[in-house]
């Protein structure tokens, strides 16, 4: 059974970074997956996409990242990144882990890491 922990969140001021980590533990492992990403949530809205990278290499970023944020992953450590600079009181939420082992599932998702920005 695979297990997905995410780590790294935290408060910060505007203009700050953070580094997301996500590690996978059992299996499958991050090296099966066919897509992992990130997500977050803010309270009161809903869970919307922040990166995504796919067995290809190829990422896709939603609209509110503008080269801010950097999704990548180390398959040595069982691991995906996320690189957060220029962090603003917008990007306050829950930042959530998402793997999937094919397009269509089965999907895994961690419980999540808090996320503050604030001055």
């Known amino acids: 059974q695979v297990r997905v922990v995410e780590s790294g969140g935290g408060l910060v001021q505007p203009g700050e970074s953070l580094t997301l980590s996500c590690t996978v533990s059992?299996?499958?492992?991050?090296?099966?997956?066919?897509?992992t990403g990130w997500y977050r949530q803010a309270p009161g809205k809903q869970r919307e996409l922040v990166a995504t990278?796919?067995?290809?290499?190829?990422?896709k970023d939603g609209d509110f990242v503008k080269g801010r944020f950097t999704i990548s992953r180390d398959m040595s450590k069982n691991t995906m990144y996320l690189q957060m600079n220029n962090l603003q009181p917008e990007d306050t939420a829950v930042y959530y882990c998402?793997?999937?082992?094919?397009?269509?599932?089965?999907?895994?998702w961690g419980q999540g890491t808090q996320v503050a920005v604030s001055s």
């Open positions: 998402k793997l999937s082992l094919n397009s269509w599932g089965p999907h895994y």
């Open positions: 059992g299996s499958p492992t991050l090296f099966s997956m066919y897509a």
């Open positions: 990278i796919d067995v290809s290499g190829s990422t």
